[in-house]
Structures are given as structure tokens and as C-alpha cells.
């Protein structure tokens, strides 16, 4: 029965091309723009390489004191801070340090004048753990680099074939402003896609400039320079651990003394910390919910009317068909269910067309496009771009994402005009022509 | 014909209701985004209080201390203070560089970091405000006036026993009221020190895409120079205009560099990069939550606009199609090509006339509701009135363009034909 009504509206396509065309590029502009939103928000969120492990992950950023004199300080979070509520929790397999001195420095090529500018971060050992970067050659730095504060680093990939030629630089030397460091592994290439953890060169957090075991913030032991990014081990009841890590940095904001602090309600889950930009600001995740969701269904509700409108005047050419077949005994629920059906052929088209124009929008645009929901710009790194790998944009998890928003706008869109088709006085349906 | 167009859309009722419904939803949310849009143009437009046409800033970096030609110094030693005022003389021996400014690491436009302190006036009013350690030549260097048309010489020389604040300072401060010869301070103790406020700038914008913002400026003296130390020293700004003569350019700035690289260096600091001011401008504004903001919301207005026409298309191209026989009809008892057309073009405008009246009924609603932005200016008659005309004419617009082909296809009927339908 469905091949049938496939076969007429694919006629009906074919009779009407201006109006299927209008049609199809409705469908479609409003499948492209949930769908940018949908993929910018995967990317963000979903596992992705190197961060494979988002979904069993808790992050913590910030946190803020309140001094006894009334006033608030807020920034990352210390060392002993992580390691004192994070570390010893169960069920975590490991808690990777970022500092947030991240950014850019100057790497002195051999025998060449011209330095090249490159992003930097200081991170710990375990955070080749919980980041599953592929190791071309070499290996990660070591404890034992990370406690006497050796310079060593890890290079990209495409750093490693700049400067050396080749990916086999294990061993080799670079010169980051002015200063000699042993490379000790070469990574393949992060994207900028994945901003927590895109670097060229990483270094054991030791190394940084000003750099104190046990150091804080102005003495205030809670706040320091780093992110902690919490691995649970697998079969880890994730909303569990993040409850009792809550509790335990809520604990251990009480116990500073004079001074209190309080993380916030971190760790989040990590589509959580996406949202979260200002170390003194819970975000509110509801309100944020209901915004995007406001804005998905005004992408979904504003075409949906003028689609039904050209639904609606389609039924009204065809309704001494409906006529005749309700005069012939079909009964409402079999037209309702064909109209529709046919429809969804019409949106099917929409949503093939929607979702390759979405990676068009998303590929033209993706020097800004991933900033969407943020409170706080960061500028591309120079000579950085944003690389898209087919993987992010083309998975089954996005292609669902396409065929429900087409499912749900088919609805959307031909409910209606379904319903007013197919109750219609039969004298009258007849009659219509 | 206005009548009888009413009475058209009257019978067509239930096929109406879908473009009623359309327009009404894009109407509102074109308005609202029309508003915000506008509010965002007005503030580009107007003026950021200072130039930096023909300004390169200059960046200086330190030697680290791990480095083997480090230099050191004795704890408190003039002598870093002296190598960077050293770097500041040479700068000025340039031919070409007419003014040099230094001033602290927030003190200048086009970035994110910045001071704010709370200012005082007379124990009671209190407004927060930013605040820019210049040295006197800062207002040379980016051409700030006095707000009652002074030149930068004036204000530089006022910035010498005292204050000069922004004039959005003294109006938050005491509004209607003026601030010249008043002393501010920092707190509200009574015994603390206060400070004349010796002029008045125009009103100043730190990130250009925002709203001036109060700013006192403050003096930044050589005993501050010797007090600080080199990585303090470091972080300070440095930008110089150009002399009248010699044009600036992103080109100057980089030979500039290379030129000066050897003679701008003294002591531990050394020459990190020139840069033309505008292009850090440029890029800046570039990058911003704003900029970025704008462009999704053409896209989305983009969007919604698209959808109308569809929407109008989709309607007018099956409502042609479907009263072929009363057009040929009209035809045959005499209207013109050009009065069918009219007919259905009108018919599209007026329904988007009918559909005004509740949408702005609710728009209206909404600016009572308090939900538009009174950042830049208060919700006026005037400024309701603009935005729901240019909603309308865009809408119109859109609508006309959709009914055009409609239109054009009814009007070529051949009479005979279309009556045959009949």
C-alpha cells in the first residue's frame, strides 16, 4: 500500500514541479537550520577524537572563595583542590590537569629565521589517558618528566612534518621560545573542533613559567591555574559519582578556615561544562533548555505553517479524489494515513536537500559558526582552521537527528490539512470539481 | 477596488487562514529581531570618542630569567624603570613618529581586560567605572577632545594635579549637573584622598561594538615606572601616532619593525612586534560575541523571510491556477492585463495589512512587557513606529516579489482560454 502511494506522489511531484520545488526547498531550509544547530551541538558534545571518552567524563573549571572580608574571588581551581576532592574518589580512573595558561608561543625552526606561531597547553600525564590521542611515534611524557619538571613535549602531527619533515621526531629537539624541549612523541592533529584539548605542542604542566607544587591563588588553596577533566572507569554510575563529588568539594569548601568556597555545582557532565564561561555564575540549565528549545521550534513551527498552507491547497485540487474514495467506503484514518504518507515524500526530499546544505552553511561558516551559545569569543588562533572530519558530520547519530526533525515537520505540516481533507462532506468533496 | 479586494479575501476565508497565520508569526518575530537589529546599527554608528588611524602599538617582551643573557638587577633598582623610558626616547627620536604614549596593560580600547573601580562623589552617589592609567600623551596619540571641543592638548595638560573622567561618567554621576572642578575618590570614607577632576572627554567606548562606559583616567608617572617590575613593566602598552605626513598601513608597522628591532631593545626588554592600530581594531571587532551575533541573526531573519515567501508563492501560485475561470471571466468583461495584476499583488499586500493590526496589538504588547532592550536608547513612540514600518515594508516587499509571478502568469491568460474553464 505505501509503494502505491510513494508511486502517486512521486506523479504528483512530477505534474507540479514549481510547487514541489517551493516545497522541497521550504523542507529543506528549515531541516538545514535545525540540523546546524543539531551538528554544532554534537560537536560539542559527542564523543569525538581525541575526546572519545566525553560521555563518561565530569569537568570541573571553577570555583569561588568568599573571604571573610565579604568579598569574592573566582577562578580555576588548584591542584591540591583537584586532588583532594577528585582524586580519591571511587569509580575514577584517572583526572586530567589543563592549565589555563594556555596559548600561543613562537617555535624557533632549525636554521630558518622565520618563527612559527603555534597554540601550547600544559597538561598532566593521565590527560593522554582520559584524551585518546593516537600516538604516530613516541610516547607520552612521563611521571618522572612531570615531578622534576624535564622539558619535554608532545607535537602534532602536522608540527612534526613542518619542522623535522617527518612524523618520526621522537627524540628530537624544538626550540619554543628559546627554549629547548625534547620531543617525546608526535600525536596526529586535534581540530579546533575540540578547543578544550586543540594544541600543537603539549607540555608536562611543571615546565610553565611560575610554575609551585601545591601552588594556589593568592594562598587561598582552592584556586589556582587548572581544569580538571574526571575519567570515570567504565560501568561507572556517572550521575552518582558527580553527586559525591559535589558533596565532597562542598566539604571541602567548609574545611579552608576563615574563607569559604564553593565549585559551583561542579563537576558538570560535560555537555554541562560546554555552557559554562564565567567562574562566579552557575548556568541555568533549564532556562538554557527551554531557549534552544524556543529556537528549534520556531525553525520547525515557521515553515510548517506555510508548508501546511501548501498542503492544504494541494488537498483542494485532490478533493473529488478523496471524495470518490470516501464515497467508495475508504475510511478517514486510511486517507489520513496516505496523505501523509505521501507527504513524507515530499519532506524526505526536503531533508536530504536541508542536511547537505547544513554542511554547506556549517563548512562556509566555520570560523564562528561552533561559537553559537557562547558568552565569550576566543579568537582563532593564527593560521589555525577549523577542520571538519567526515566523521563528525556524517554519522548515524546525525542522520537520525535528520530523519526525526523530518518526521516531526512532516507532521508538523500535514496533520492538518490531512484531517480537514478527510472530513469534508463527501457531497461537497464530490463536488469540487 | 480597495473594497472589492476585501470582499475577495473574505470569500477565499479558509485558504487565507495559512498565510494569516504565517505572516502573523513572522511578523512578530520579524519585528522584535528588526528592533534589536536596529539598536545594534545605532550603536556602530556612533562614535567611539578616540581615532586610531595612523597609531601603531608596540609590543615589548621580556627575557625570561632562565634565559643565558638575562641581566640582572638589584632588588628595587631604578635601572629597569630607566631601560624602559630609554626604549620610550628612542621610539620618539623616529622621524616619522609624531606622539608616543604608555599606559597600563587595561587601559586601552579594543580588548577585553579591564580595571573597573567604584567612584565617589561626595560620600553618596557611586558609579563603577574603568579605569585607564595614561600618561599625559595618550590623548594626543588617539585624538580624544574635550567634550566641550578642546583639543587632546588641553585634556593632556589637565591630566597633569588631577582627574579627567569620560563625559558618561559625569552624566551617571550627576546627571544635568557638571563634574569640572569637582573632587572624586575612590571610596566612600570621608577622610580619604580626592581629586580634581580637571576635564571632561567626549563619551569613550573600550570594545566599539558596546556603549561608552564611565572611564576615569588617571596619570601614570615615572615613579610608578620605577615601582613596578620588569614583568609589570612588560605588560604595559605602548602606541604612537604617526607625524602628520606619513600614512600608516599594516605594511609601515611591519618595517617599522625590522627597521627598529635592534635600537628598541634595552636592558631585558626587546622588541616583540608593531602593530597597526586599526588592524588590531579590525580583527578585534571581527571576533566579537557581537559581530557573530549579527550574523546569526541575518541568517535567521534571512530564514524567516524565505519561509513568507514560500509561504506567499505556494498560496498565490495554486490560487491562480485554481480561479483561472473568474479571471477569464474579469478578462472577457473588460479588465486589463494591468488591473488582474493589481488585483492579485493587492490582494497580497492588504492581507498582510490586516495581519499587522493584531501582530503589532502584540509587539505593542511586548514593548510594554519590558522586553525590548533599553541599552541604548528607551522605548519610544518614535522608535516603535520605525521598527513596525520597516517590518511592514520588508514584509511587503518579500510579498510583492512572491505574488509577482502569480500575477504575471494570471494577467497572460488568454481570455478565451481561461474562460473555457468557466
Redesign the interface.
Known sequence: MLKIYLKQAWNLIRQER??SL??V??TG??VS?VMVLSIVFYMKIANIYPETNRDRMLVAKSGMIKHKNGSQSSSSLSESMINTCFGSLKGVEAVALISRHDGECMVQPDGDPVQLPVTVKYVNTVFWKVFEFRFLNGKPFTDADQQSAIRTAVIAESLARRLFGTTDAAGKFISV???QYRVCGVVKDASLVTEKTYALVWFPYTVA?GYKPNGSWYDTQALGDYHAYILASKGTDLKALKKEAEEKAERYGKMLGEETFTALGQPDYYWQSCFRYWSNERPDYVLLSLQYGLIIL??L???S??L???T???M??RLSEMGVRRAFGAPVGTLMTQIISENFLFTALGGVFGLIFSYLLIYL?RD?IL??G???????PEGADVVFSPGMLMNYQVFGIALLVCFVLNLLSALVPAWRASHRQIIDSLNAK | MFKHILKLIKAQGK?NA??F??LL??FI?LWWSIDATLMQGITALQPEGFSVDNVCKVTLAVR?R??ASYVNYQEGSEEVGKNYLRIIERLKMHPDVGTVAFFGPHSAPFNYSSNSRTCWNDTVSAVNSLRYTVTPDYFRVFDIHAVDGGSPDLLADALADGWVVSRTLEEKLVDGAHLQGKRLAWDNKGDSTTYRVNGITVPIKKQGFDQPRPVVFTLLTEKDLYEADERELGQMQIAFRLRSGVTGSSDYAASFKTEMKQSLAAGNFWLADVQYYPDIRG?FLD???QV?GQ??NIA?NA??L???F??V???F???VN?RKGELGLRMAVGSSRRTIRQLVVGEGLLILTIVSIPALLLCLNMAYADMLSTVVMKVTFGRLLVVSLLTWGILAGIIFLATWYPSRKASRLEPAEALHYE
Do not use: C
Open positions: 514549481l510547487f517551493i516545497y526547498v521550504g531550509l528549515s537550520m621560545d628559546f627554549r613559567d520556531i525553525f513551527l515557521v515553515p505553517v506555510s501546511s498552507g501548501m492544504d491547497s494541494r483542494e485540487r561558516t564562528w561559537q553559537i557562547a558568552s565569550f569569543v576566543n579568537a582563532l | 485558504s495559512w498565510v497565520m504565517e508569526i513572522v518575530l625570561p632562565t634565559s580583527k571576533n566579537t560575541m557573530n550574523r546569526l535567521v530564514f524567516l524565505v519561509n513568507v514560500l509561504a508563492i505556494g498560496t501560485w495554486f490560487r485554481r
